[in-house]
């Protein structure tokens, strides 16, 4: 999971799970110490997970109550069988999100505390300085897709990627590679395939318009 990463991939996950939680000028993010981005970071995972279990407690008492009424007819008995696997791949999520709010403080205190607080802390400026600019950027690039309509955490996920690309200098390869790695912890299938392309599809771009 998170054990034996490396400061700056640490810091990408710090910033992506605090970013909707840390906010204020220049100079108050300046003055967030790492315990209240990890607290934030620990808050978005608890919740995330609470709201995750209560939806797979949904779906089962759903599959429950649809089996009660049927006379065991084999689509209600298939259909309620379906919404139990949902319900528990939910869950299964769900105790990820836990997981890695238990292990976040470790890996916190097996890193360089200095490097991770300050990266996490000028990514989450570069997203609020810069939102508007990287916004447009990624809205250019999106397919039949709004950004505003996009899942919170994939979107996150695309600032943070666009910011170290467009305003951080970090390697293209090496912001989508990251992107992608985080998507897949946080997000699905669909949600890491898609943010892989979108961001292959803003690199293109770039090089299109710098000629």
Excluded: C
Aim: charged share 30%.
């Amino acid at each position: 999971m998170f054990l034996n990463q490396k400061p700056r991939r640490i810091s990408r996950e710090l910033a992506l799970l605090s970013l909707s939680q840390i906010k204020g000028s220049s100079e108050k993010l300046e003055q967030q110490e790492l315990s209240n981005l990890v607290l934030a970071a620990i808050r978005t995972l608890t919740t995330e997970g609470q709201d995750i279990l209560e939806t797979a407690a949904a779906e089962i008492t759903r599959s429950n109550e649809r089996l009660l009424k049927s006379e065991t007819q084999a689509a209600d008995v298939q259909s309620a069988k379906v919404m139990v696997s949902e319900a528990l791949e939910l869950a299964k999520g769900a105790i990820n999100r836990m997981g890695y709010a238990i292990e976040l403080p470790q890996m916190i205190q097996l890193s360089s505390q200095y490097e991770v607080r300050e990266y996490a802390l000028e990514l989450i400026g570069t997203v609020y300085r810069r939102r508007l600019e990287i916004d447009q950027h990624l809205e250019a690039v999106l397919v039949d897709w709004q950004l505003s309509r996009l899942p919170k955490i994939d979107r996150d996920i695309l600032r943070i990627a666009a910011a170290e690309i467009l305003f951080l200098n970090v390697p293209q390869k090496v912001a989508i590679n990251e992107a992608v790695e985080m998507a897949k912890r946080y997000s699905d299938d669909d949600g890491y395939r898609f943010i892989n392309g979108v961001l292959r599809r803003l690199t293109e771009r770039l090089k299109t318009t710098n000629r």
